[in-house]
T-cell receptor, first 114, second 117 residues
């Protein structure tokens, strides 16, 4: 059971480049989300999804796009990277039916934008 | 909107001693969940302990326990018999009642705990 898998774990981009952070979970979780972690600011929610075909914005959505075509996958797209998007990104999922309350996190992806 | 506040950016404790990390939150909900997550240098987010707001009894997990004061909206974490492996960043987090957008976790800014040998 792999849990929540994020790729890549490290990435360096130049300003203006695009990329996609991949997130996949094999636990049949309905809810998936993306957070970014910055020093002194904790983890802030970027986007989330309550099921396939449904996405919504979190606290800091600007500069990021998401889609949810399947239950398993929830990619995060940066269309034109900016230095302000240098951060550590976490994908997290939750099985809402069981409602245990716990989010399961991926291992994080460190992104540097030069 | 719900908020979570951790007022201690850094804490230090001697090995085998006890330390308490503070967390306060703001919500208008009566039913919700509170969590403490540990993030070691590996950056993996590890669930330490969970508290359901409708439960009056404080949650305990081995050396970790919480002091949940619902009226005061306070949720502190006590680590007993501190070990070197407890050194990490600790995040307090809030999640609303079951369903939809309230599944999102709202995090505090974290407390960096150092354990001195």
């Amino acid at each position: 059971n792999a849990g929540v898998t994020q790729t890549p774990k490290f990435q360096v981009l130049k300003t203006g480049q695009s990329m996609t952070l991949q997130c996949a979970q094999d636990m049949n979780h309905e809810y998936m989300s993306w957070y970014r972690q910055d020093p002194g600011m904790g983890l802030r929610l970027i986007h989330y999804s309550v099921g396939a075909g449904i996405t919504d914005q979190g606290e800091v959505p600007n500069g990021y796009n998401v889609s949810r075509s399947t239950t398993e996958d929830f990619p995060l797209r940066l269309l034109s990277a900016a230095p302000s998007q240098t951060s550590v990104y976490f994908c997290a999922s939750l099985r809402t039916v069981a409602n245990t309350g716990e989010l399961f996190f991926g291992e994080g992806s460190r992104l540097t934008v030069l | 909107a719900q908020t979570v506040t951790q007022s201690q950016p850094e804490m230090s404790v001697q090995e085998a001693e006890t330390v308490t990390l503070s967390c306060t939150y703001d919500t208008s909900e009566s039913d919700y969940y509170l969590f403490w997550y540990k993030q070691p240098p590996s950056r993996q987010m590890i669930l330490v302990i969970r508290q359901e707001a409708y439960k009056q009894q404080n949650a305990t997990e081995n050396r970790f326990s919480v002091n949940f004061q619902k009226a005061a909206k306070s949720f502190s974490l006590k680590i007993s018999d501190s070990q070197l492996g407890d050194a990490a960043m600790y995040f307090c987090a809030y999640r609303g009642p079951y369903g939809g957008a309230t599944n999102k976790l709202i995090f505090g800014t974290g407390t960096l705990l150092a354990v001195q040998p």
